[in-house]
């Protein structure tokens, strides 16, 4: 679930955000027995995310693994583009 922290309450106080029904019902699917159940990845910003798994305290406990993926520079995105252009032989 891309930019996972849209689904926390924005605290418009809008009566129509139906984020936290959507977090209700992924939280029981996270912790039903069947054995076909999905396996959810919530990616977002990495402050965005925090408020995200503070916005309900059973959300963290049903996480098993985080990872941080660090930024990358303008010059590394250079060299990827580089390299990814060069193994296409497009440079």
Not at 11 to 23: E, N, T
Not at 28 to 44: H, L
Not at 62 to 68: E, G, M, Q, V
């Amino acid at each position: 679930i891309d930019e996972a922290y849209t689904l926390t309450p924005s605290g418009s106080g809008d009566s129509k955000d139906f984020g936290i029904k959507a977090l209700e019902i992924i939280m029981q699917t996270m912790t039903s027995e069947e054995k076909d159940r999905p396996v959810f990845i919530f990616a977002g910003y990495k402050l965005q995310m925090e408020s995200f798994l503070q916005a309900n305290p059973g959300m963290s406990r049903r996480i098993a693994f985080k990872f941080l993926f660090q930024d990358y520079t303008p010059p590394q995105l250079a060299q990827i583009a580089t390299d990814k252009a060069r193994h296409r032989g497009l440079a």
